[in-house]
């Protein structure tokens, strides 16, 4: 169990609202351009993370929808959040390459969902260096996918 594991496992004792809004403040806090966004955290598992960002004024573009980057923001929390829930502490995350294909406008809210398997899981707990693809995909309020991404994920021993 690494230090983000820990943190998020003493809190559960609130009750499930209370406490994921309290994780998205801890977490919106901790990396603030996820806190500035205004990104809400409603599910950490080790295996799926489901994260969502609400259509505000200051996530939108120029036709009222979240701005292309905001949305590659939820898809690259979701993706990297789940990383470092299952990464030990003596490695460091690190972003190689993403992928967002971007399928239809959205409407409202979004919602991003990112999975690992256990053999991903396997792989960053137990070997030094090395990378793992992880999905990710964004619906929005109307359940329709918005956006398909995938997002290359690296790690290395910290110095």
């Known amino acids: 169990m690494n230090k983000l594991t820990k943190t998020l496992k003493q809190l559960d004792f609130l009750p499930e609202g209370i406490r994921m809004k309290t994780i998205s403040f801890i977490l919106g806090n901790t990396v603030k351009y996820v806190g500035t966004s205004g990104v809400d955290f409603e599910k950490i598992t080790p295996n799926e993370l489901i994260v969502s960002l609400p259509n505000k004024s200051k996530v939108r573009n120029h036709i009222g929808q979240i701005h292309a980057a905001a949305t590659t ?29 971007f399928i239809r406008r959205s409407k409202g809210k979004q919602t991003a969902v990112s999975t690992l398997s256990e053999e991903q899981i396997n792989l960053i707990q137990t070997t030094d260096k090395g990378e793992t693809l992880v999905p990710v995909k964004v619906t929005d309020e109307t359940g329709q996918e918005v956006v398909k991404a995938e997002m290359l994920w690296a790690w290395i021993l910290k110095k």
Request: charged share 20%; no cysteine; glycine share 6%.
């Open 73 to 101: 923001l939820l898809a690259e929390t979701a993706t990297g959040i789940i990383v470092g829930v299952n990464i030990p502490d003596n490695k460091i995350p690190l972003m190689k390459t993403l992928k967002v294909d």
